[in-house]
């Protein structure tokens, strides 16, 4: 996945958060199903960022 890939989906899965936080606040909370999918989210942004620091610390230390 390239880098601009990485970002573009940190983008999206930290836009889909910010819905999903928003709506939580204006209709008293999470439904079970929205509390699993912000779980889920919270697991592949770590996991999207995790994936760009390795990413860029391979760019910085590249020979080629």
């Given amino acids: ?5 990485i970002t573009d989906r940190i983008a999206d899965l ?3 958060e910010y ?3 928003t709506a939580a606040l204006h209709h008293g ?3 079970p199903d929205e ?9 592949q942004l770590d996991a ?4 760009l620091h ?3 610390a391979l ?3 590249d020979d080629d």
């Fill in 19 to 21: 819905r999903l936080r």
């Fill in 35 to 43: 509390r699993t999918r912000l779980k889920e989210l919270e697991r």
């Fill in 29 to 31: 909370g999470l439904t």
């Fill in 54 to 56: 390795r990413r860029q």
């Fill in 14 to 16: 930290i836009d889909e």
């Fill in 48 to 51: 999207a960022v995790a994936m």
């Fill in 1 to 5: 996945m390239a880098g601009h890939e």
């Fill in 59 to 61: 760019s910085v230390f």
